[in-house]
């Protein structure tokens, strides 16, 4: 069936996907305890060579254009083809599809785009068979970069473990960054602290609708992600051994943690919104106070002064000799009960 | 028992369902791998014959106003009458009844209609026995078109499946349907995006609300079809093949996506609601300050200038020499020394 | 125990059971597939005549003034005594008690009170046990009315079935009534839309409260039915029949509908308390900056004209030629400018 | 372990306990369906005395000053440390605690304190075994003094039943009184919403805030006993009779239906803010409006006093005959003009 | 797996680590219900030779700068790394782990920083086994000094007791001392009230603003203890004996307690925040009402002094005898009419 028009879902995601690469990138790493091949390759029958006992494979794809490819790769691991459907439909919420030879597991990664200032989401998926990994990525991303490190060396844990264990490291290093991102997200937030204080303008009001905004994302992203993992821990497929479990069970006490701390964070941005919208408020209500006092206390003397503007021709004030300065006593006067009367009310 | 006073729900839902036909066309499919007969028929007893062994039939149904032709079908499928009135009554919340010989789904198909700029609401219902599928739709609508394309493709997938996997089929059309109607949704909502930002007025502000109303329905209409398809994908009926139960699960996946970007989009409309109202607030307050700034600038001087139009004899200054000008200066310090003042409470 | 001092749930809910009748009316209706009899007595003694098999009786009881009666009743088909007091204590949850030899099942009857122009809330209590049905109603309602219609046509379903089929067509009725309530208030949400463009007032606030308080009561009523129904449409009693239970599985799904109708309501109840609150902020900000423009506009005009209104000795402007006219001049152009300016920053 | 330091919940609740008794008084009733021995004493020895076969025995403790006393009793009838210290302290949440040979339960008692017109809360234990009952009470209170005339008419039930038949109607006074409070915080909102329409000032809105508050304290206090009286309902502890249960599911409607009131009664106190603030800011409004027309409509006007009070040598006006009249009448031209302005843009 | 780049959650929660001690102090206490060793150690190597049947080992570590000494006793005691990585991320929410041979508990240490005027938030672990107890702490705290004291009497119950004993008073220990430093907000929220009332400026609000982010984090800190403890209490660990679990039972109501009271505040301090908005806006609106008066008032008298300032020739007044008193007294009236109209209005 054509899911090509679900992208409703994806715009509403507002993530732009403009430096998608112009090709699929196709990755393969092969080792044991003992030893470790890496090679980039370009056709995937080069693929089926590398499928032997003892050793564990991880095929990563980075790039969802070469759609032939991929669906080469799915039939030459006996792949059902909706998930191979779900791989390319970028706009999937996270999830755990347990068959009977592979688990597939798709999730979102964060990445914080330091120039636009804003969050990247980008969806991974990832098969998890006896002895193989195939990890799907709809861009080059570096997150993997410290997996293939660890992988590198030779005394690390991974090189003894199974692909289950291998997977548990490339969840992990996402959810890792999860943190990472929202680290970045913690230093807008303190920036507004500071602004909110200093000068509370509508370019504030902005970027905390965006933080607002992107905050809903990263929920609505991660969110299904607890169930997936909760779900993960307590599997019973033969594709992950009960030694692994317990790792499964420490990604799922990240996950939760995370979504705690979005949750923070987001009561941290309302609480700064409303932090806002009262010190607008209070800005605005000084200048209103500052109108009033100038206002009333000019208004009595104004009208004073038009009172002895006036040209009847029958008033003796204008006579006396000292009628000048005693009516500007009286204006003194005025304004001042005015400004006393003022400061009691606490007004001023 | 009667129904048809349960329209307060339907006005409810403020669906309107003018154009609906005057005539129920009765349309049918009948199919096998190597052949298929499709044709418009009027009288349902032409249907009987067509029930063989072998092939799949889908029988369509557009408009409902043919009563008795189509409690005729009902009799003849076996269907228990509470079905049929529940097809009947258009207001119904998605639901699934199985049944020992078929199963009843219940659901309701979106449509935007792009001339009132609004989302129409149709009932669904669908009757899935072994062999057999039985649609009923409020109005004549295209969304299952494509199907219809595939199923002339005699090599499609569709051909070589049971009935329950044309269900599948229509529904998914169905859902994949409401990803569009959202779409149109999410153009609606960035051209609000733009406007608010240029001139928020209050015909923005009902434009918002008429979208915030429009989700509502939307969800209502849809979130219960979240545990239709949930159960589904988990049923034992024998309508249903196991190999099929996964096709559903896909389903399922998608209308939770779906429900998903509903709540991002109620989000963001909440959000343009805030947005709207402190940009109103705003220009406001610009306003009064602008009030503020010209009527105490302005306020000190005029009462100089009132002073000086007192007519008291004994006024020194009138023969001042230079009495004018000086006055014309004090006036213009005390608006130069406000300004200032403003400048630095940053009130301009 | 005592449950009079009970009334603050009563006067919570602000129900007047004013028009509530003098006298407790019996009415009696004993009926199988042939015949049928009908009448109202006096006194309970008769009713046990009445009891027979292959029959079905159906005591419907109107007003809860004649307690001891009404208790003779209890002790006559050995209904437990706390039954009997959930029957007088109208201020109940919906609720279900399955005994042994009878069900109890407890809700709320909603009528619109078109002269007060609201709704009234009466509870209704049912026994339904093997032959029999007693019905008991606060005040005289014609909600039942139809039903009774119904049990004289011979040809009626209802007169084939047992009393469980009874009860299903009584609450039917009762949970078919909610809709047509429902419809009123509608109709009121409508007029409120119209009125709310045309002039909102404090009177449409009052009714928008009103309403909202009027939807917050409905849905406390109903919405422990959903229970009620939910447990009757899987009960394991032996007063139901199993063939019965889909109809009660039709009451359920029409009871979620009444709740999904009634929260769409409040959700549009609340958007109209939202449009109505911010169209009184645009009307009162129009009114200002209506204000603010007249203000800005003559207060430096009315500045020149003090100016030119001062005693000095020495104006040389007073003894210009066209001094007059020129001052004039000057006062139009600040006057246009301003215009100007208010029109360039959409003011206007 | 130490649980004096608990005292921040119960401050949080912030329930005065200045009129606690200076003494504890112990009170015993032993009764059976044929004799009843009631009285006051001081010293637990006399208490064993009274544990024989085939009476009821009900101590009922009012004050927990005497400490030691109250541990004898304790040790007397066996009770677990743990459950001593719950009684003492005053900061519980209701629970239930099933032993072997006893049941514990902790409630509250709420009492309208007419004087200070507010909430008081109260905690209340009771420890239900075979054949005795120990109530724990803070203060001396005359709620289960309708128990005790009951008990002392030799034909009620209680008589006749036993301990937890005793303990039924005891929580069953308990929550009786629960709709007696929530009467008179009906009655004060009731006074609220009168005060409202006449005259809305803020005092009034300190009134909604208190009772606001008062309901939230009333929820957290009575919400737990929903789920204590559920698990009391279904218990399985030979202390309770299965004839009993019936009663204890009566008192858990009755809990429901509390909680339902106090919700109710929540929203109308918000409703009620919403009110005040709505007619806070229409009297604003009002006032502003004011204003503003009177400020318009003179502006105008003055400015043309303004104009020909200007002192040039060459304005034609000041010489004509009807220069004076004729100005005058633009002057009011110009009021009425704005006058028919207003009235048509509805600001009036 | 490198967690060091989890501190984004830990910046989020905000917690100031500064007074953090240079140096990891491991103190030690063995005891059983005879004698009791307690001694601070610097190397693990010791630890070791305490290790014997009969007694209780209680392990306390300050501080986690020592890595390696902390590892070491890891390795001694065979606890899975996994659980060594969660002592040291000191973002972690609480959780219970149990295995074959140990329990782990993590939770969250409250402190009031008296100087600061905040809360501090630091993290405990706890590995309970067999006969011996291992406490981490981030920093050098106080609170399980009673316990120390406690364990020094030989009178005292924990000497008798076996380490699961021991852990529950320890647990006990912080959940008690959660309640004090609710009592310190509980104090601030005092001085709050009495500070709204008399003088509502916009510290107020800053302060309620950081006790409601305050509440929201010391909520997310103590929430999932409410699991941890409910699973706690009906562990069937080897580790933790029967008759300990009531204990367990007890800190799990006092934590659902605590939760309520925590619940309680944040309800306080929404309705301080209220109370803060309402009450500037009313001063804001008791000004606006000033200057409406003032100006009001002085206005028409303005406009009439203005139109006595003209120049026209013809204007009869001018030459009346008592034009200028009778004009004063126009003046007088009109003012006077209008304070009744705003007193009739209760404008004033």
């Not at 191979?84 to 030879?101: A, C, G, N, Y």
């Not at 597939?104 to 990664?109: E, R």
Request: overall charge positive; aromatic content about 10%; some cysteine.
């Amino acid at each position: 069936m054509p899911k090509n028009n679900k992208k409703a879902g994806k715009n509403g995601n507002n993530v732009s996907v403009e430096n998608e690469m112009d090709k699929t990138i196709i990755s393969f790493i092969d080792y044991n305890d003992k030893k470790l091949e890496e090679k980039v390759i370009d056709n995937i029958g080069d693929c089926s060579k590398f499928k032997r006992k003892g050793t564990v494979s991880w095929i990563n794809i980075n790039g969802l254009e070469n759609r032939k490819e991929i669906e080469k790769i799915g039939k030459n691991f006996n792949i059902h083809d909706l998930v191979i459907e779900d791989v390319f439909d970028t706009s999937q919420r996270p999830k755990l599809d347990e068959f009977d030879s592979y688990i597939f597991i798709l999730f979102k990664m964060l990445t914080y785009n330091n120039k636009k200032k804003k969050i990247e989401i980008e969806q991974v998926s990832m098969i998890v068979g006896e002895g193989y990994i195939i990890t799907f990525q709809e861009r080059k991303g570096d997150v993997f970069g410290d997996v293939r490190k660890h992988l590198e060396n030779e005394k690390s844990k991974i090189r003894t473990q199974g692909a289950d264990y291998l997977a548990y490291t490339l969840i992990d290093a996402v959810v890792n960054h999860y943190f990472i991102v929202l680290e970045n997200v913690g230093e807008e937030i303190d920036k507004i602290e500071d602004r909110l204080i200093l000068n509370p303008n509508s370019r504030i009001l902005k970027t905390i609708h965006k933080l607002k905004k992107e905050m809903i994302l990263v929920l609505k992203s991660v969110w299904p992600l607890r169930e997936v993992i909760g779900n993960l821990r307590i599997s019973s497929s033969p594709c992950i051994n009960k030694n692994t479990l317990i790792y499964y069970r420490d990604i799922y006490e990240h996950v939760l943690q995370f979504i705690d701390a979005v949750e923070i964070y987001r009561d941290m941005i309302s609480g700064q919104l409303d932090i806002y919208l009262s010190s607008v408020n209070n800005r605005m209500n000084d200048i209103m106070k500052f109108l009033t006092i100038i206002a009333t206390i000019f208004i009595p003397p104004t009208f004073i002064a038009g009172i002895y503007g006036m040209n009847f021709r029958y008033m003796p004030e204008y006579h006396w000799r000292f009628g000048y300065p005693l009516v500007l006593g009286v204006m003194a006067l005025i304004a001042v009960v005015m400004l006393i009367y003022f400061k009691k009310k606490k007004w001023l």
